[in-house]
Structures are given as C-alpha cells and as structure tokens.
C-alpha cells in the first residue's frame, strides 16, 4: 500500500506539470486574428528605467501587431515595484512611441501588480471585453485564463522568453498555475 501512496505522490504532480506544460505550449502556438481592437501588453520588471529583456520582448511583439493594424489600440499595463524609477505602463508607452505608435492609440493602466490585476484594472478602466493579450511564451495560457474569467475574449500573442531566465520562469509559472487552479486569481 505504501508503494502506491508514494508511486502517486511522485506521478500525480509529474502529471499537473506535464498537463500545464501542454496547455502552456499550445497557447503560444495560436496567432491572433487581425483588426482586433483592443492589444493589451502585460507588464514585468523594469530595472530603473530600463524595461527587463521579458518586457522588451513583449514590447517587439506587440509592436509588430500594431504596425500590422492601424485601428489597434494598446493598453500598456503594469504599475511600479522594487527597483523601478517608473512603472511598466510608462516604459512601454515610452518605447511604443519612440517607436511610431501615436500617443492616441495608447491607453494607460498604471497600478497593477500582478497578471490578474493588469487584466481586472484594464476590464474596468476601458470596458474591454476582446483583447489580443501580449505576453511572454510560457506565461500566455494563465493570462488568457485569467481574461476569459474578467470577460476579455483574449488572443494570445506570444513573445518568446529569454533564454537566461526560462527554466525558472516555468518553475514559477507551473506554481502560479496551480494557484490560479485552486483561487481563480
């Protein structure tokens, strides 16, 4: 009897991960459809000023979305943590416009500090209920998760992830999964 408690306390998590990795994997691969309205860009870590390669990423992604669909407007997410000198909202607004995306076309949700709250805070601020959402490859599944729940139809756009960080990037994103699983956030 033994063996088998053992035997399902080792498989049973190698099965969740195997499941999250899956599903994971298959979000990143879908492409979102053209002329969406809304594009919303998930904040991460800026340091100082700079956004991290992760936000970059996201900010090449979605850029090259932009340019495609003139009509798309962006919400730029993420408010200001532990070593920022600015929010995530304002280093993606800065970049985005360096880069030729009008002022008009870029909308601001500046006080979120999670996933959940850049979706719930971007469903509130601007009524939008059919988003391509912008993120990083292996975060995308749990952030369209989290905007079916809000009401946002979501489109995921993937941006890779840098290589230096990405092992430890699915350790905690199969432990936010299994977060989002059990608490719904």
Known sequence: MKKYIILAIVIIPVLVVLSFHYQMTETA???????????????????GTEMSLALLYRANKALEYLKKNPTTKVVV??????????????????????????SNRI???DQSTSTYENLKFTRELYNIREAV?????????????????????????????????TFQLHIREY???LKMKITGK
Request: hydrophobic share 40%.
């Open 29 to 47: 691969k879908r492409t979102p459809p053209d002329h969406v309205p809304y594009l919303i860009i998930l904040g991460a870590k800026v340091n």
């Open 77 to 102: 997410t993420g408010g200001q943590g532990p070593g920022e000198e600015i929010t995530e909202a304002e280093a993606l607004q800065s970049y985005l416009l360096e880069n030729g995306i009008e």
């Open 107 to 109: 909308l601001i949700e």
């Open 133 to 165: 959402i912008v993120s990083n490859d292996f975060h995308l599944y749990r952030a369209i998760e989290l905007a079916e729940k809000i009401g946002i139809r979501g489109f995921p756009l993937a941006a890779k992830t840098p290589e230096v960080v």
């Open 175 to 177: 432990a936010a999964l």
